[in-house]
């Protein structure tokens, strides 16, 4: 397998503030790799600097070969990596098939639009259901889905995920990892962030502990449990 997403020596951060100190990461092709420490440490900030979203980056991230470190979001789209972040970007005062239809709207064909819109509904058949009612009427779980089915309708070959799991209940989020699951089946990788450490080492196949802005361990999932790596990065020395 070779690695899909590189990252090396990433420093970045907002304003004079530097938030990731030297972040090491790569991610293979059609893995779930999952991103995970305590509050703070510099999870989202990782997401947002591969999609361009923070103040200002160093180091080299690159794509399949691909250099994006110094692209601009919609260019970054256009190499095929989506953003879910945390606030599951979505409209809350448009419909839910608005919203897919945003979602598309860097492609302009209209014959594929609605076949995306049929391959989005048979993923998620509650957000068929409810296609026309506004996005803010969802349940938690639902608006997650959107968010995800927003990102897939520009048929992205690897999707950032932040902490998708973020304020829903135990079954509505088992749900959601299962979902995670089958797109990443499909053939998406995955870079998930996730404050949930058990789901996160079920569902993927390699993990990334940051603790203040740096890497401070990557392995399997069972190389995290088989280590006191989960306390240290969690708990503190
Ligand atoms: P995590 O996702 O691991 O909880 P974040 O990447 O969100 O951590 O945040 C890391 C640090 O960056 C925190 O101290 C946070 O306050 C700061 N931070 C995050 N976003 C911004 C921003 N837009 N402007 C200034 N500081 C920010
Ligand atoms: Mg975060």
Known sequence: MSAALKIENLHAGYGKLPILNGVNLSVEAESITALIGPNGAGKSTVLKAVFGLTGWRKGRISFEGEELSR???????RHGVCFVHQGRNIFPTLSVQENLELGAYIRANEASLVSDLERVYELFPALKKKRL???KSLSGGQQQMLGLGRALMLHPKM???DEPSL???PKILREIFEKIGYINELGTTILLVEQNVQEALEYS???FILREGRV??????KEVLASDVLKKAYLGR
């Open 167 to 169: 304020g829903l209940a």
């Open 71 to 77: 692209l601009p979001t919609h260019e970054i789209i």
């Open 216 to 221: 401070e361990f990557e392995g399997t999932p």
């Open 159 to 161: 999707l950032l995920l």
């Open 205 to 207: 196949d390699k993990v």
């Open 133 to 135: 009612d506004t996005a």
